[in-house]
């Protein structure tokens, strides 16, 4: 709570700087606001800038990097014995002492140089923040001094206010590729753990999968195989199968809205097709567990057919329905765009609707459509509720779609919900997953975007 | 307008002069009125060349002869209009045989995006004709030299069309109309898009064509009009002013607003 | 070709014979009419979906109550008679409430046969009489009818899910329970009243207690750190891609960048919040803070590629305008151009909002999954989510909770409904046509 009350300190200092500056620059130009360089909020703006961002800056510093720093102060201040533990005891040891501090029940035996080492870290975390709020504070106010100082009547106060504010904007648009730094790194990285343990080839090419590793030294069974072509195998099914359903349907629908439907029925219609997309896929997932599995089940049953509960027949169709509104809104979009003259052209030599559309219109338009799907496939191949809702868990090699299969992102959700450790194959395996998701389809969409804007620009 | 009809019914319509007659033509889009009243025939095995200022109606009445204003939302055609005889707003004729029959080129060239083979092949091959591949052949050959164009392209068949030249697309254009051997042709200002030399071939074109097709002919240019036309007609604000041979429309004009146009006073 | 000039003579005329025109036709309708199945099955499902979670869900917002005789004896209730909170807090209510239930039914003494006659009230049943005492203290020394939750199974047998025609070892109801409930209806001491626990409680293992108040708070309040967060970030980034950035190497790759991202699966993100916000800098698991930062990285590209719709929308003859009035250019973009784009900037931000809201995957990676009874009161509380939620009971085996899964899912439609008709309205109200 003391950072809310040093945040909110902060920000009222930073809301005095741009009164006093807004102030002292009207004092220095002497009562003509025109003699100056820039308006007088410019100047507010400017001292408020003088005080809040170094400050601010220090501050998010601290939040992100104390942490570490002081576990590792204590880490090195731990007696030998502990140091000598291996690292996953070490880790829980660090774990108890940091909970002791933080004046919480901690279970396990607690010796005499864990609670010193608790009371040491309590007290370096308290006498960190205080040296920390008291520096911030100092540099807020000195900032303020020395913004307030440099006003004068020729300071350019708009041009270094603008200055700042491009920076500022250049920064936030480098979030979204820190975002993908982030994540090709920390996959990278965690991946790569994971192949120190399991070999990168039988990852990659192995045929089974059952992710145990052993709880304890040289228990039976516990050897565990990572190979992740069945979960691959199980993706592509299900994929193949929601195509099956997206890809007529979708296509077909986008034809008759964008070539068939009068203005009123797609006024109508395409707004509720869109709906389709705007629903969470935990809703359609549940959907495909409770109503469409038992009917494909109850059905195959009636036909004395071996319907698994859990077939990727139901995951497949449901995320197809999902993949409806991708399919159709892009290659309505794309469809539109066909230039009329070309429609023209085919309706002059006497050619039907249907025959323009098949021979004329969709062939013009077929790189987008191949992008929407390609987008689709994507975006089916990522798919995780439904698929977890619905598709099974046990990895099988498999192309009959009747049976239960699994797929790479129900394997993600299954290692890494619940109780994990860390620095096992079985959670790292996860990450290893993820980052074949990632790369997936991330090739995916940049063919698919490549595509589309080849398209737009062919008849923009 | 009945006596016009029975008019029409003495002569025997296949033999007759006119190929295609228009009687009391109005288009309205939506409120607007864009054609006013328009009576205009057009000549068998003739080029007729609509001429006057823009927004004067010309195209819009161009594409009432093959029905290309079904397109158009919100547009209405009242009035008569004859192929041989028959009506084509009859609501038992068929617009995809009309269209056969009447063939359009367009003011901006638009080639499917395929090849130059497929391009001329389509229409043949959604009419049933030529359905031997040799047929189609043939056809392609045919209507690119009839289009001055095979001498240019016989080695790119299978390349797209969409890569030609302005001009060259153009003619494409015309090889793929006259590739279902339509017995009209229109064409809605072909040159317009066109540079001096690519539209001078076009010009030859449409005088050789003339032999086997009746020709419509939307145009900006007078002397285009009056280079490859035998009738012309000059609209005005929606109404045809007036309509008559060539030679006599351009020297001796009847409408005084026809010599205001082609004598350059307004347009 | 030799033979061009012959054949060129006789002209072949396309073959306009009725029965080819026929077959054509006969395909063009064909094809007009796959169109239009396509365009009615993906409706229908899109009918077959709600339909089915609504004709599940509907009964979850009543509840079956049972009437019970409550005697409030004092000597049970309050020895000392002092009235102290603190005594009548830790009274045996469950007691009470069971005898009460017995007492209607002074025919069961067997032990077993009693237990299962009060399994057929709620554990809640001690809750809603201490409540009643804590109020209003008065009550002790009389005897008073209280109306108590009924059990999930009993709930389930009146909404009629569970049949009384099924053989009676497949189904939770017994036979001896169907007696005890035909009875209690006969003295009307059942009925439906609106479920407002469903409404203002936490999660529970008993589906008659459980409720999607803990979940929703969860979710607004991940929701609030999303839009903190990604609006400002999002307009600031379109701003300058959109007004400022030059055309280079650089801001292509942020471009295609931004594209791309829109793309990436969203269990990536929350691989990406578990191994750098969890393990990486320690926040907390299951916190709406670091939910809310995840979904914020997830729906940056969203707003950011709306905003620059938005402000490419507003016609360059503006900026000139300002700019020939002498403002700087970041000027002439505050003062004109933002603000006519806001509308469409708010417009992308909420149905981001809306993406965000009904997100689950990314949630189960970061722990927000945890069964979690209490509601949130801050953002480092553990939390979970309504979709989430909705997951968590969708996996749970009582019948119960199908109908509140499907009940939850209604509730969340809802606010996405709500979400995406303001940004309707917004379009259509500030919509302009240049």
Redesign the interface.
Known sequence: MSLLILAATLLLLTLAGYYMGRGRSVAVSGGSTHRLHSRPQYYGVYVALWCGMPSFLLLALWLALEPQIVEMILVSNLPSNILELSEDQKALVINQITHLALGGIVGGNITPEMEAAARDYAAMRQTGFAAMAVLVLCIAIAGLALGRKRIATTLRARNQVETVVSAVMIVASTIAIATTVGIVLSLLFEASRFFTKVPVTDFLFGLQWSPQTALREGQVGGSGAFGMLPLFAGTLLITFIAMCVAVPVGLYSAIYMSEYAGPRMRAVAKPILEVLAGIPTVVYGFFAALTVAPFFRNTGQALSLDVSSESALAAGMVIGIMSIPFVSSLSDDVMNSVPQTLRDGAYALGATKSETIKQVVLPAALPGIVGSVLLAVSRAIGETMIVVMAAGLAANLTANPLEAVTTVTVQIVTLLVGDQEFDSAKTLSAFALGLMLFVVTLTLNVIALRVVRKYREKYD | MAMAAENLMVQNPETSDHKMIARDVSVYYGEAQALKNVDLDIGRNEVTSLIGPSGCGKSTFLRCL?R?ND?I?GCRVVGDITLDGHDIYDTKL?V??????V????Q?P?????SIYDNIA??PR?????EAKSDTD?IV??SL??AGLWKEVKDRLDKPGTGLSGGQQQRL?IA??IA????VI?MDEPCSALDPIATAKIEELIDELRQ?FTIVIVTHSMQQAARVSQKTAFFHLGDLVECGDTQQLFTNPNDERTQGYITGRFG | MTEMSASATQIQRPDLSGKRLKRRYAAEARFRLYGLIAVFAALGTLVLLLFSIISNGYTAFAQHHIALEVTFDEAEIDPTGERDPQVLRRANYQGIARSSLRNAFPEVTERRERRALTALMSGSADQTLRELVMANPDVIGTTQRVWVKASDELDSFMKGHISRDVPESDRRIKDRDIVWIDQLIAAGNIESQFNTTFFTAGDSREPEQAGIWGATVGSFLMLFVTLVLSFPIGVLSAIYLEEFAPKNRWTDLIEVNINNLAAVPSIVFGLLGLAVFLNFFGLPRSAPLVGGMVLALMTLPTIIIAARAALKAVPPSIREAALGVGASKLQAVTHHVLPLAMPGILTGTILGAAQALGETAPLLMIGMVAFIVDIPGGFTDSATALPVQIYLWADSPERAFVEKTSAAIMVLLAFLVVMNAVAVLLRKRFERRW
Do not use: S
């Open positions: 093959n290309m397109v939302d068929d995809v045989q009309l269209r056969a029959r063939g359009m080129v367009f901006k638009n080639p499917f995006p395929k389509y229409g959604i009419h049933g004709l030529g043939e050959e045919r030299t009839r254009c793929r109309a279902v051997n339509p017995e229109l086997n």
